[in-house]
């Protein structure tokens, strides 16, 4: 075990493979220069791709033990297909396989069988909810690797991860392989997050319950990197494919974060014509949303640019005008879809586009300011997504890592505590994202400012903003007095750990942030 | 010196460079598995991708002697920037650069004087023209490598062909670098052919007359394979950049051909609901468009899809509803641009997606229909479309190849002669596109169907055809025939050829299909 420039202990070498430490949130270059390359999918003229079952599709990729496939998770709760897949290849007897999904679900408790049984035998990716508490408990043989988005992709593109075969779920797909996710009874939005399998793998394979004469438009994965298509009945369960329970919310703690972030952003004058931003889709965010919104709309101002997860909040923006143009790499509503479909200035990205840092144009980079959550917060201003404060594994980085590397200002909205639960901490439990990126923390009774920052200019800058804060009487405080504030609130809980390391926190570079220790039940 | 399936003579071995022989209009297997990859394309945050001239992108990118370099040709012949780019690197007496042209115009005449100063060496891609003449005299240290426009893309993605620099001329770029050709005052339409050269170019560079903040979108290229951006006050001449001459023919005899055509279709069922085909922007083309456009709406008939080089006679369809969806690789004219920006069942693809037969998903496999043009034709249905009958080189391959080996019936529709010069030859001066592509020769005065074909299944289809035009009294020939009548009409030239090797024609799949030979003034 090594120490990382965050003083977290990692193993520098595991089963034979080499980790890095992490040094700094501004990554390390990359290790190569040519990514590992795309593969050649030629195919006798006449000769179909489409494939009469799931199986056939095992059959003709070579799906064999040890080796790696990948699921994207556009779908969200309602995905058939990881389970429907890995389900025909328990049937098979394929053993070891280490599987990559971009994020789980409560949906893939079925999973567990499979690591049971020796068919599965890592994850690296994301994973979530019941699986995620299953490793913490150091049920699995080998670690989870958890990665952001973007992450996952570079891993992909430089060869760090290598697909075997990809399994891509669509809803609409034709003959050749070319495939959306806008159209159809499953419709889910983009397929951002399966670009990058179909095109590195050795092998892709389209899951669609659409297969539709030739051409399949929007053309979001082309065909030219699908090997094979398989029609199932069904993809999904469309009622938890979007986020069902989307709600803005309505408690006046949160109210007061919202109000908190918005007066922050007019003090340091963010809220003008040309406006970008990012915003997520929990209750936080989407009240955040929707208040720039109404604004815009009560002075007549326009938004120049917005990155989604994309929901109806922003898609009312864009077409009352006071946003110009939207990006999104994941849809989290119907109003999304229908959107990307039809609103000329609103265009889908793959993750490449949307956060990874070694392709030097991200489209997060312009954002001037993003508003992020967390699980838990340090006075280092250190952000935890992954673990509880019971040391449980339960979310996956998702893109938290990403819009905080890229983006300008990053915001913090997280409230002091949570069912008595303080969510400042001394020390998070576990480094998801380092404080490096973290620029403003906003509480229902406080806010504090990262004066500490490394970089001169980054430090500098938010110096400034802490003083204008200030002389416009915002709750400006030290993160060690929102700590106290946070601990009025509630205890720590202490956290049973084992002995076993169950996961390890990889930073967009591919270094190692931090690690997990499993938890004693 | 061997000899190919064809017949023709060509090197083995050329300047240490092995050259494959043409085997089977099928194609060979792709060589590598693994294409060469992808750049990682890093920068440190808060550095710009913008610079301040042409000049300071020659050194940025290191371009030095000996290296190669790239341009697309959606300007056509209103291009500035590959004149602008070898007009700097002249000036700073950088010596034997491989140009990759996707295709040349009249307007790069100032290239000779480039290659007789040795900044230019050698030529690979498409030249046209007075370059074109200037190379079949003997005037190129190194032969010109002909490739289609899918051809080269293949070369380029699987490393045959390494780009050092490419130069992506852009109508509409952000300060990342994502770009298109569809909005601005230069705007020339889809991207298509500076894709590949983006994606693997060691370095690519965006000149663009049209910085605009971020995002330009549509994303035609994305910024993820840009490197650098120079913006300068003009990529181009407007009023060149499209074929301002695209007219119908008026032709009686080219009408004839038109007519002709149009009856073989009927004959053989394919003017019905869900058509798919593609036509160029030649005026037998045109006119054969419009044709169909005005058939299809008297009869309430919808195409299912069409394959641009699109002009507005598609975009016609599509807007009326006789087309129901179209891609586009080429625009020719504004009402193509304008529909791409604004029509959601147009869509713009790139060159791979096209036509490049180790992708295993061509847009040309679809089309039920493609018709195409010749400069000459052979009783073994061979077409040159490279060199007149006097021996210049005078026209790149285009998409000839490339549709010809996707569609599933390739019509070839030419006059019997131009000018005098008999355009049925007994063996044409060089084969471009073999006699295995092509299905149906139609001339003014007769047609022939290709009975002859290797294949047992075209030959019998072939066979089933020629059947259903005999019964409808169509003017069904043999080759031989159509020769005769061609003679009638001139005398064949006699090519004065001299005997240096100044090009070879490659198929998509990369072998040799033919030699050109030097001509004496």
């Known amino acids: 075990m090594v120490s990382n420039a965050k003083g977290r202990a990692m193993p520098a070498e595991l089963n034979g493979r080499v980790f890095l430490p992490y040094e700094s949130h501004l990554g390390i270059k990359p290790l190569v220069h040519r990514e590992v390359g795309r593969v050649t999918r030629w195919r006798r003229p ?11 599709a095992i059959e003709k990729t070579g799906l064999s033990d040890g080796m790696t496939i990948s699921f994207h998770h556009h779908l969200r709760n309602g995905d058939g297909v990881l389970n429907m897949v890995i389900e025909r290849i328990r049937k098979k007897g394929i053993k070891n396989l280490r599987i990559l999904p971009s994020a789980m679900f409560p949906v893939h408790e079925p999973i567990i069988e499979a690591i049971k049984d020796k068919t599965v035998s890592s994850i690296e990716g994301s994973l979530n909810g019941p699986v995620g508490r299953f490793a913490s408990l150091g049920n699995m043989d080998e670690p989870v690797i958890l990665r ?29 392989g070319n495939c959306n996710g806008l159209k159809g009874k499953s ?14 793998a050795e092998r892709s394979v389209v899951i669609t319950d659409n297969l ?4 399949a438009y929007p053309i979001s994965i082309p065909g030219t990197n699908i090997d094979y298509i398989v029609k199932v009945d069904s993809i999904g369960d469309p009622s938890g ?34 406006f970008s931003f990012q915003a997520g889709a929990g209750g936080i965010s989407l009240a955040l949303t929707k208040r720039i919104g109404d604004l815009f709309r009560e002075k007549g101002l326009s938004a120049s640019y ?5 929901t109806r909040y922003l898609v009312d923006m864009l077409k009352n005008g006071t946003l110009k143009s939207l990006s999104t790499g994941q849809a989290f509503d119907l109003s999304a879809i229908n959107s ?66 890229g983006s300008q200002l990053t915001f913090i909205t997280v409230p002091l505590s949570r069912k008595g639960n303080p969510i400042i901490k001394e020390k998070v439990t576990t480094i998801s994202t380092p404080g490096e990126l973290v620029d403003i923390v906003v509480t229902e009774k406080g806010l504090a400012v990262n004066t500490q920052h490394v970089r001169d200019e980054v430090r500098e800058r938010n110096e400034e903003i802490e003083k204008a804060l200030l002389s416009k009487d915002l709750p400006v405080k030290q993160m060690e007095y929102l700590r106290k504030l946070s601990l009025k609130e509630g205890k720590d809980i ?3 750990f084992g002995d076993e390391l169950i996961g390890l926190v990889k930073y967009i570079d591919g270094t190692v942030l931090d690690s997990i220790i499993s938890v004693r039940e």
């Open 46 to 56: 006449g000769e179909s791709k489409v494939l009469s079952s799931i199986d056939e």
């Open 148 to 176: 952001s988005h973007s992450g996952r992709v570079r891993a992909i593109s430089q060869g760090e991860l290598k697909i075997d075969v990809a399994f891509i779920a669509a809803s609409c797909c034709d003959q050749l």
């Open 187 to 200: 419709a889910f939005g983009p397929l951002a997050f399966g670009f990058a399998d179909a095109f590195y």
């Open 212 to 215: 539709v004469p030739f051409p």
């Open 241 to 274: 494919i979007l986020s069902g329970t989307l709600k803005i919310t309505q408690r006046p703690d949160h109210l007061k974060i919202v109000e908190n972030t918005m007066l922050v952003m007019d003090s340091i004058g963010l809220l003008k014509d040309g």
């Open 306 to 310: 917005a990155n989604g997860g994309t």
């Open 340 to 405: 990307l479909l039809n609103d000329t200035n609103h265009f889908e990205i793959t993750v490449d586009q949307y956060s990874n840092l070694h392709t030097g144009a991200t489209s997060t980079e312009p954002e001037q300011a993003a508003f992020l959550g967390a699980t838990e917060v340090d006075v280092g201003f250190n952000v935890n997504v992954n673990t509880h404060s019971d040391g449980y594994l339960l979310h996956g980085i998702g893109g938290h890592q990403d819009v905080a590397y």
């Open 494 to 496: 202490e956290p049973r």
